[in-house]
């Protein structure tokens, strides 16, 4: 597995930053860099230890859990597997070969602006998707955040 880790700066508060990454209007805003549909749902019980999917329009996604989290400045997701067509893998061959890969959120607030940096550890394959969604991702964080 490979770290890519992602910055920017944010002319808003932590929590304001925080609300647009995770609330339901705007999270799927963002995280259409990664699905052009625009179709990116995030259900979670926002408990650590808990549930959370990360699921498309199609029911394909990700079966995760929070290891960590202190809202609004830090929410550790570790992936465990995978949703298709609505049914969940946890077992597979597939899976086992990036489960545990963990997706990491920190924000910082000094005078009202917010420092969010994004990790995520990946296979090489999945490394320029992920430069791509997350460059242009962050970019709508940061522009839904400062309005």
């Known amino acids: 597995m490979k770290k890519v880790e992602f910055t920017k700066e944010i002319q808003a508060p932590a929590q304001k930053v925080w609300e647009t990454l995770w609330n339901e209007a705007t ?3 963002w995280t259409s860099a990664f699905n052009p549909e625009g179709t990116s749902y995030m259900q979670s019980d926002w408990k650590v230890g808990g549930r959370t999917l990360f699921t498309d329009g199609n029911g394909n996604g990700m079966v995760s859990t929070i290891a960590e989290k202190e809202e609004p400045y830090t929410v550790v997701f570790e992936h465990l597997g995978m949703v298709k067509d609505g049914q969940e893998d946890l077992t597979s061959d597939e899976v086992k070969g990036w489960a545990g890969a963990k997706e990491e959120y920190h ?4 005078n009202g602006t917010t420092t969010l940096k994004a990790s995520v550890e990946i ?3 999945w490394e320029d998707m992920m430069n791509n969604g997350f460059t242009q991702g962050l970019e709508v964080v940061r522009k839904l955040s400062e309005q």
């Open 27 to 29: 999270y799927p805003q």
């Open 107 to 110: 924000l910082a607030e000094n």
């Open 123 to 125: 296979s090489e394959e």
